[in-house]
């Protein structure tokens, strides 16, 4: 019987990447190998992202590649949120997809192939079907992300993710348990609690403030993994207990992303998103005073409909009031179905790319100044690989492929959190000398 080979591209977020992660691992457990060579794989697998224009048109661009290397007897499919949401769309544009799996049926891969491979009665090597994995997790060298919860039932007026994912579904905390107790076994040296909203842990089962209670679970269970970090907090649910936990747990990391999309009230209520700046500003404050040295990263939309100048300028104000370790900025993107749709596109594009430009420009300012008042200080440094002669890691102050990174000199093997003396800061990156033991 020929073997069975897979090759997949994941695109998209870290959450896709764990979605990634599941169907690999499916596919795995029922015999298959995953091959990087799409010619060589029997099963060709493409998990779009499908939150805005421009990631839709990176989806279509690998399905087409793949289309145009895809010779009889290979399937070719399209997975994830542009699947879920746009799968008519992917048909019509790429004839050759075989099958579309929406973001919300991940675990049912092998059926979609079992599927088109009865179509085609010539197959031999029909599929075996497994119960699906109920891991959710993605390595990311000596890191994982976890998944904690999937889908939003906030409704943000620029956001298409609830009309792909739907309503908030808190996986149960045994799971997540489980996973991380594996992931420890693994050897795993930072754990990266991930959902669309981690601070909404469990209010889908009537439960409040339950991510701190979820941490401290975590951390009873895989007490051998040094850091764990948290992304995407929604404002207003950044708890004192949340803070005091992070102030308290040598393992927690000092790290917030908390996504604002904006600061001028006017503009927070009509993108429907919570419009107390001076929430905001308390809530830093406070994490700031309890937790000393807290890198607080967020990102922003710039050219929502109807910005003034003015409103503009209130946020750009803003980043240079609170001077946020790390920021990413993004130009507003009509989405269809959304709420926000119905403003109609009102800033022309040579404006919202002035205003990121600008927003960026000044940020990138920030983040030197606040990268030169660490030259001096010692920071613990997970290494995850080599460039150019040097060893290069992050700090707790960097996310994966969002943030910064360190560049050591001296030697340490990957895996290995090590403590590194800055002798120099970049931009985004800062640049180190290993602290001989
Ligand atoms: S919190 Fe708002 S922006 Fe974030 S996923 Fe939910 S609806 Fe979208």
Known sequence: MKEKTFHLVSLGCAKNTVDSNTMAGILTQSGYRFVSNPRQAEVMIVNTCGFIKP???????????LSRLKKNGQYLLAAGCMAERFGPQIAAACP?????????HIPEILSLIHQIQN?????ENAVRELPALS????LQGAS?????ADGCSRRCAFCSIPLIKGNWKSRPAEDILQDAAMLQEMGIRELILIAQDTTAYAQDRGEKDALPGLIEAILKTAPAIPWLRILYAFPGFVSDRLIDLMAASSTVQPYLDIPLQHAHPAVLKRMQR?????WVRETIAKMREKIPG???RSTFIAGFPGETEAEFNALYDFLEEIKFDRVGVFPYYLEEGTSSAAYGDTVPEAVKTERVDRLMRRQQEISHEINRAFIGKTLDVLIEGEQDGLMVGRSYRDAPEIDGLVFVDGAAAVGEIVPVRINS???YDLIGKLVEK
């Open 274 to 278: 919570p419009d107390d700046i001076g």
């Open 294 to 296: 807290i890198a607080i």
């Open 96 to 104: 050759k997809v075989d099958g579309v799996l929406g973001t919300l």
């Open 144 to 148: 994982a992300y976890l998944k904690i």
């Open 135 to 138: 891991h959710q997790f993605a």
């Open 55 to 65: 990631a839709r048109d990176e989806a279509l661009a690998a399905l087409r590649e």
């Open 119 to 123: 179509r085609n009665p010539q197959r």
């Open 425 to 427: 800061a970049l931009e």
